[in-house]
C-alpha cells in the first residue's frame, strides 16, 4: 500500500520537474503566435490585424547591449520598406515602463514600439535571448528567426525582406 | 521513521532535488542579472591585468569564464 503510494509521489515529483522543460518554440514555418500590445500612446496594435503585410516582430529590452545596435538598423529598415508593406513591431519587455522610456529618450524609434512588462509575448515565442527577432510573412507565417542582433545577418534578413515583399 | 514514510518521503524528495524544480529565470527577465554590479569583475582592465598575471604565473592561458554577461544576448 505504502509502496504503491510511494511510486506515485515519486512519478509525480519527477512529472513536475520534466514539465518545465517541455515549451514548445516558435520555428520557421510555424504560425506566428498572436498578440495584441498597447502602445506609448494608448493605442493598439494586434499582430492579425497585419495580414497581408510583412512583419518583423523584435522582443527588446532596455538593459540589453546589442538591442541599442539594433534600433539605427530598424529604423532605417522601417525607413526604407514601410510603404512598400513592411511593419516594424519592437515588443519592450522591461518590467519597469521607465527604463524602456529612457532607453528610448538616446535610442530612437522611428518603429513602432508595444510594451509587455509581463512576459506573456515572449513566453508564446519562447524567446532564447534577447534580442530575439521574427520575420513575418504576410499570411501570418513565420520564415525568419533571428537570436540576437548581428551584423553580419543584417544583409541576409533585408535580402528575406525584400523577397517577401515583391512575393506577396 | 516508519511511522510516517509518506511525510518523510515527501521531505527527502524535496531535499534531493533542491533547487533544481525551480525554473530559472526566462531570457526577457535577466534585467538585473545583466546589471553592471551583478559582474564578477568590477573593473575589465583590472580584470584583464589579473589575468595576465595568472596566466604567465601558471604558465597556461585559456579556460577562465565564458561569453556573455547575464542577459543571454551573446
Not at chain 1, 510573412?137 to 528567426?145: E, F, H, I, S
Not at chain 2, 524544480?21 to 531570457?27: A, D, K, W
Request: aromatic share 8%; proline share 5%; net charge negative.
Amino acid at each position: 500500500m505504502h509502496n504503491r503510494f510511494a511510486a506515485v509521489a515519486v512519478a509525480g515529483m519527477v512529472t513536475l520537474m520534466l514539465v518545465a522543460e517541455v515549451v514548445g518554440a516558435t520555428e520557421v514555418g510555424e504560425p506566428a503566435p498572436p498578440f495584441s500590445l498597447t502602445t506609448a500612446d494608448g493605442g493598439t496594435i494586434a499582430l492579425a490585424d497585419l495580414r497581408g503585410r510583412v512583419v518583423y516582430v523584435d522582443f527588446w529590452a532596455s538593459w540589453c547591449a546589442p538591442c541599442r545596435r539594433s534600433f539605427p538598423w530598424m529604423n532605417e529598415m522601417q525607413q526604407r520598406y514601410a510603404d512598400r508593406g513592411l511593419t516594424i513591431i519592437a515588443v519592450n519587455v522591461d518590467r519597469r515602463r521607465a527604463d524602456a522610456e529612457q532607453f528610448l529618450q538616446s535610442n530612437t524609434a522611428r518603429f513602432a514600439v508595444v510594451y509587455d512588462d509581463r512576459g506573456a509575448t515572449p513566453e508564446a515565442y519562447s524567446v532564447k535571448g534577447m534580442p530575439s527577432s521574427y520575420l513575418v510573412d504576410a499570411r501570418g507565417t513565420v520564415v525568419d528567426v533571428e537570436l540576437g542582433f548581428r551584423d553580419d545577418r543584417k544583409g541576409a534578413i533585408e535580402d528575406q525582406i525584400r523577397s517577401l515583399l515583391s512575393s506577396r | 521513521m516508519n511511522r510516517h514514510p509518506l511525510e518523510m518521503l515527501l521531505a527527502l524528495t524535496l531535499a534531493l532535488t533542491g533547487c533544481a524544480t525551480l525554473q530559472p529565470p526566462r531570457p526577457w527577465e535577466k534585467d538585473r542579472l545583466a546589471r553592471p554590479e551583478m559582474q564578477f569583475e568590477a573593473d575589465p582592465l583590472d580584470a584583464k591585468l589579473t589575468q595576465h598575471i595568472y596566466d604567465s604565473k601558471e604558465a597556461a592561458t585559456g579556460g577562465n569564464g565564458v561569453g556573455g554577461g547575464g542577459c543571454g544576448c551573446n
